[in-house]
């Protein structure tokens, strides 16, 4: 997927979509095309909060120079990003995590 799909993905996961006008609603107020979740942490760190919020036991975790998707519980988690600059490894993560929420969880 394109990094444009991708950000559409996220947002959404986030509720910005508006899909009668395929424009992102009130709260970021562009189209889809200007989604900035891969290079802003301003838009990206929301991401995070939701998935650390949800009542899924799953949580992406930034630690150190690494990110982690845990599952509370599951020794078989985590999932290590490491290697890559810390946004594209936390984007990466958050990708991850809403195609499995996507699939498995609602």
Same mark, same amino acid.
Request: with cysteine; aromatic share 12%.
């Given at each position: ?7 559409? *993905?996220?947002?959404?996961? %986030?509720?910005? &979509? ?14 889809? @095309? ?7 942490? @301003? +838009?990206? %760190? ?7 919020? *949800? ?6 975790? *930034? ?5 982690? +998707? &845990?599952?509370? @519980? @599951?020794?078989? %988690? ?7 600059? %810390? ?20």
């Amino acid at each position: 997927m394109s990094k444009e799909e991708l950000n559409k *993905l996220i947002a959404e996961f %986030m509720g910005e &979509i508006n899909s009668i006008e395929d424009k992102i609603s009130f709260t970021k107020n562009c189209s889809t @095309d200007e989604l900035k979740y891969h290079t802003s942490w @301003d +838009w990206l %760190m929301p991401v995070v909060e939701k998935i650390n919020n *949800l009542k899924t036991l799953h949580f992406i975790v *930034l630690e150190g120079k690494r990110v982690q +998707w &845990i599952v509370e @519980d @599951d020794e078989s %988690m985590p999932i290590v990003y490491q290697g890559k600059p %810390m946004i594209e490894m936390t984007y990466q993560a958050v990708v991850e995590f809403i195609n499995f929420y996507n699939k498995n969880c609602i």
